[in-house]
């Protein structure tokens, strides 16, 4: 595959104002995207744009607008709402195209543009690559005429719409009543869709992170900060509460105790509710190479699969489809439940550990540890530039580190793709060699 210039794991991401979050960047996505999508009939072509709270939300929006319109697409813009509802709503509107702009768990300085297709999917790394090269054309090939400008609407109702569509997905027969839920909306894009769904179906709902001012979204709060969440679930004795991230596409939970529950438990959680029900589709669960060797156990010890892919969930999302899993995610909390949603979805994924935590009658705190976690270390080393891990030194850190683990272990290092990082992790039965074997590998990364 061609090296990507604009496109990484999740989009197009940096910080505000710096290229590659830019506004002519921006125009230059609408402009090529917009030209990608435009089939060669005679229709209206329609793109759908929602983005989070963040303040250079106000710069990418406009520049993606002008983009589209001067290609002939006519835009929807749904203002602040989730990641997952806006690529729901890509197909429930029948758009060509879906545009998210969001930077997700990243500090507000950051921001990011995602594109679904009209299936409601992330788009493939071909489609990616077409647009990167349509946006390096002259910005005046192929514009439309002036009677064939695009038109720009507002949709109003689009909240209201999905939180109909999170509902939808509880159990008809269930109910939140009873239930003290804490969420924390990270004052990003579900400060008012999370709070309302919950209400609506009958929990005592006590919302933080719902004031957001463009600055402070992801600001020690969400599920980058669970310990916040943690904090006020044990203050106001509630039953559960469920962090979501900037874009609420993951969610951290933590029990009645404040004890934190990731993405690995979650997705045992209801991958094992699933296969008792009889609803779990080819026998087990896809998740990365950064999930915990406990959940691989777990799954083997219950006859059931774990299928590991690179970082990122448009990869988990891949290989589901292709082997017709229903349910995915990442240790981070992206967790797909392809029943109900085409990407990671926080909001829904809740409603599902809430629904197994009604049926069983058991409160989090005996449903969040279905495994013990292996040991595991993650350590991030920042790198200026060039290509750290194709040196002599580093792979033989790593190699060595294999040797010692003998089988009884795994190690991933892989550069991050949202991010100027190394990712170096280890797991194993054996702490204290996870922590030498880590150190070592760190050590070489940083010496080159």
Do not use: W
Request: with cysteine; charged share 25%.
């Amino acid at each position: 595959m061609s090296k990507r210039a604009y496109f990484g794991t999740d989009g197009i991401r940096g910080q505000a104002n710096k290229h590659p979050m830019t506004a002519e960047v921006a125009l230059r996505v609408g402009l090529a995207a917009g030209k990608l999508f435009r089939s060669q009939d005679d229709r209206r072509h329609l793109v759908v744009i929602g983005k989070d709270t963040r303040l250079s939300g106000y710069m990418i929006e406009p520049a993606l607008v002008a983009g589209f319109t001067s290609v002939g697409m006519d835009v929807r813009l749904f203002g602040p709402l989730p990641t997952p509802a806006v690529a729901m709503m890509t197909r429930s509107m029948r758009a060509d195209l879906g545009v998210m702009i969001s930077a997700s768990h990243n500090d507000f300085a950051d921001n990011g543009i995602k594109l679904f297709g009209p299936d409601g999917y992330k788009l493939s790394d071909e489609q990616e690559l077409k647009i990167e090269a349509l946006m390096d054309e002259g910005l005046q090939q192929r514009l439309a005429e002036p009677r064939e400008l695009g038109r720009v609407k507002r949709i109003d109702d689009a909240q209201a719409r999905y939180v109909e569509i999170v509902k939808a997905t509880f159990p008809r027969h269930l109910s939140l009543a009873g239930l003290r839920i804490v969420i924390d909306c990270a004052h990003g894009a579900a400060y008012r869709v999370a709070p309302e769904a919950l209400y609506e179906l009958g929990a005592e709902v006590f919302p933080i992170g719902v004031e957001p001012n463009g600055t402070n979204i992801n600001a020690e709060c969400g599920s980058t900060h669970p310990e916040t969440m943690a904090k006020l679930v044990r203050e106001y004795r509630a039953d559960i509460g469920i962090a979501l991230d900037g874009d609420a596409d993951r969610l951290v939970i933590c029990d009645e105790k404040g004890v934190v529950v990731d993405g690995d438990q979650i997705m045992a959680i209801v991958a094992l509710a699933f296969a008792k029900a009889g609803t779990l589709k080819s026998g087990g669960v896809v998740a990365t190479v950064m999930s915990n060797l406990g959940l691989e156990r777990l799954m083997t010890d219950n006859g059931l699969t774990l299928e590991r892919t690179s970082v990122g969930d448009r990869y988990v999302m891949a290989r589901m489809r292709e082997g017709g899993f229903n349910i995915g995610g990442e240790q981070s909390g992206h967790v797909i439940l392809s029943d109900f949603s085409t990407t990671g979805d926080g909001l829904i994924a809740a409603l599902q550990v809430l629904a197994v935590m009604i049926q069983t009658g058991k409160p989090m705190s005996a449903l969040g540890r279905q495994f013990e976690p292996v040991p595991q270390l993650l350590e991030n080393v920042r790198f200026a530039g060039g290509k750290p891990l194709e040196h002599k030194t580093v792979m033989e850190a790593i190699a060595d580190g294999e040797s010692q683990l003998n089988g009884s272990g795994r190690i991933v290092v892989r550069p991050s793709g949202t991010e100027p990082l190394i990712r170096i992790m280890a797991e194993g039965d054996d702490p204290a060699l996870v922590r030498k074997v880590v150190k070592s590998i760190v050590s070489a990364v940083k010496a080159v």
